[in-house]
């Protein structure tokens, strides 16, 4: 599906449910950003297939395994390399992380859970051993200068955001859209989910598509972060 297609940046999303990912085309090259959980490798590969893609590199948007599980099977696949702020490098070569702290009644449970029993599918992935830094020069390079990376801390330590000409921000788990609610189930750091926020209202972005759920307009974003700020 496509989400944009506009000054030389044609984005489209995943034909995925657990984990949305998005592929960005240039003239030049295109970006698969995030690669979901290994049971939808099919899809996501479908999704390229039907977009004509062939991919030259790949977009991390943090080190959960719902969005990296894949990622070195389309490094193989598409013999290119693997991108990830520099704070989850050590993370995606090793093949595992912690499970995030949850942010409600359930999912603190969840995690409460976690330190008893491991919840393997959710904190371990195929390592991945094509992994450089994910930078802004990298995202100019591959996305043109008028895209840039913001780090959107709050989720996880090494969650970024991917902004394309100040319109449209692909955003992870930074936020979510879930039955009206955008405040995601788990976050290490509940404070810098909200500062984020601000982050990302702070640029003239009017649209922002979340792997979780559908892309929501500025108007959502703001109301969700002025309701935040008065709790």
Excluded at 116 to 131: G, H, L
Excluded at 169 to 184: E, H, I, R
Excluded at 215 to 229: D, G, I, T
């Amino acid at each position: 599906m496509i989400i944009l297609s506009e000054n030389g940046h044609t984005v489209h999303r995943t034909m995925t449910h657990r984990c949305a990912c998005y592929i960005i085309e240039t003239d030049k090259y295109s970006i698969l950003v995030d690669t979901s959980m290994r049971f939808e490798k099919g899809a996501v590969l479908k999704s390229i297939q039907s977009v004509g893609a062939k991919i030259d590199a790949i977009f991390l948007t943090h080190s959960h395994t719902d969005h990296v599980a894949n990622a070195q099977y389309f490094s193989d696949a598409f013999d290119c390399k693997v991108y990830i702020s520099k704070k989850g490098i050590t993370k995606i070569r090793q093949g595992c992380r912690t499970m995030p702290k949850g942010t409600n009644v359930f999912t603190r449970l969840i995690h409460r859970v976690d330190s008893q029993i491991s919840f393997y599918q959710f904190t371990r992935f195929q390592a991945c051993s094509q992994v450089e830094p994910l930078n802004d020069d990298v995202v100019k390079f591959f996305l043109s200068e008028s895209a840039e990376l913001l780090e959107t801390p709050g989720h996880t330590d090494d969650s970024i955001s991917i902004l394309l000409d100040n319109q449209i921000a692909v955003v992870g788990d930074a936020m979510v859209n879930t039955f009206g609610n955008l405040y995601p189930p788990f976050a290490d750091d509940e404070k810098a989910v909200i500062t984020s926020w601000k982050t990302l209202l702070d640029t003239q972005c009017e649209l922002f598509c979340p792997a979780h759920g559908k892309p929501l307009r500025r108007e959502m974003l703001l109301f969700s972060y002025q309701k935040a700020c008065l709790l």
